[in-house]
């Protein structure tokens, strides 16, 4: 392989960039990555084929769990590089098997162009199956969270809606999240920018305070 080429494929938007745009033929339709889910977020995940085995638990996860999104004001965005055909025909043989159904655009991204845009091609891994990619991409189109796994060990569904929930309230409250923060705990209040604020937090009694640093409150 060509370096020039390498550099195409393994290439990757980071955190904080606008999501490069892209159309794509999905099991829903035509769609257009900065038309798509107007004001909603986002999480697009790639997987490394249809008719596999830990892709097929996981797509049913997302499935299973699309409620949990949908209460989010999130839309699902899947991927691989196979044939919308072969996309149809796993989605219905999952349905006939297990009663789940994948009610969600899957892009057949058969040219490779969409996962080479997000570096979910990684030669090392595999020069023709995706690798197990998660793009956390908010109402703006901004990436915000990036998540990668190789092709032999699934996702964990709890942590990709933990992740999810947390990026939403840190927006909402101003807020960070601690380790292993879930709804309900207290999250991290930002730290005093001055003198004069480190002053004001060291004598609030209102809030848990480690140090003037390390302050944390309940929502």
Not at 88 to 98: A, C, F, H, I
Not at 161 to 186: E, H, I, N, Y
């Amino acid at each position: 392989m060509e370096n020039s080429e390498l550099k195409e494929v393994t290439a990757m938007p980071r955190i904080g960039d606008i999501a490069p745009d892209f159309t794509a033929k999905t099991t829903k339709g035509d769609i257009k990555l900065s038309e798509f889910a107007k004001d909603k977020w986002i999480v697009m995940f790639s997987h490394p084929a249809d008719f596999t085995p830990v892709c097929t638990t996981e797509m049913s996860g997302f499935a299973i769990r699309k409620p949990e999104f949908d209460a989010l004001n999130t839309e699902l965005l899947g991927l691989s590089i196979d044939s919308i055909h072969a996309h149809l025909g796993w989605v219905n043989n999952v349905r006939e098997k297990t009663g789940v159904y994948f009610d969600f655009p899957i892009i057949a991204d058969i040219d490779m162009k969409v996962s080479k845009l997000y570096g979910m091609l990684q030669p090392n891994e595999s020069e023709t199956a995706a690798v197990r990619a998660v793009f956390f991409i908010d109402p703006a189109k901004k990436i915000r969270l990036i998540m990668y796994y190789p092709l032999n060990v699934g996702r964990n569904m709890d942590e990709i809606l933990r992740a999810l929930d947390a990026l939403q309230t840190s927006d909402k409250f101003g807020v960070a999240m601690p380790l292993d923060w879930k709804k309900g705990d207290k999250v991290i209040i930002p730290p005093p920018k001055t003198l004069a604020e480190m002053e004001v937090r060291l004598n609030d009694d209102s809030i848990e305070k480690v140090d003037f640093y390390l302050a944390k409150k309940s929502l």
